[in-house]
């Protein structure tokens, strides 16, 4: 019986999550233009922090996550969304981890599995309110 209890608790062993940080401020900035994830993780945990003082309506950002390859499709499509929606279109499979758009002060995260991401593709992160993304964007690697 302790066999079978060890071998199903073997892969909960082998998961990890890995964190993540990155800042955004009222100049429409991240702190970063580039995140590694090492390969050894099964997760992914975000957290975005708004260093400024604006509101969300005002001066919001989001971090979302895409292949580089979609990122400027979603972008886009984005601009027809609204806040509420965090200005992407909803359910996109193209999105592969997003948080909400939050205001000056404010942090949030986002937990995503890597089993989507695939070594040697390449990621684009970026905030997806309108005119935002053009400069807020960066890479995200996993390897």
């Not at 929606?85 to 986002?110: E, H, M, N, W």
Request: positive net charge; charged residues 15%; glycine residues 6%.
């Amino acid at each position: 019986m302790l066999g079978v209890v060890a071998c199903l608790s073997a892969p909960m062993a082998l998961a990890r999550t890995c964190a993540l940080s990155i800042d955004s401020d009222d100049r429409m900035q991240f702190s970063q233009s580039q995140l590694r994830v090492a390969p050894d993780c099964s997760q992914v945990e975000l957290t975005l922090r708004h260093t400024g003082k604006l509101s969300a309506a005002a001066m919001g950002h989001n971090w979302v996550l895409t292949r580089s390859a979609d990122f400027q499709a979603v972008a886009s499509a984005g601009m027809r969304a609204k806040l509420a929606d965090s200005y992407l279109p909803p359910k996109d499979p193209r999105v592969l981890a997003f948080t909400p758009v939050i205001g000056g002060g404010q942090a949030t995260s986002v937990r995503f599995a890597t089993a989507r991401l695939r070594k040697g593709e390449t990621y684009t992160f970026f905030c997806s309110v309108p005119g935002h993304w053009a400069m807020m964007k960066g890479t995200l690697v996993f390897a």
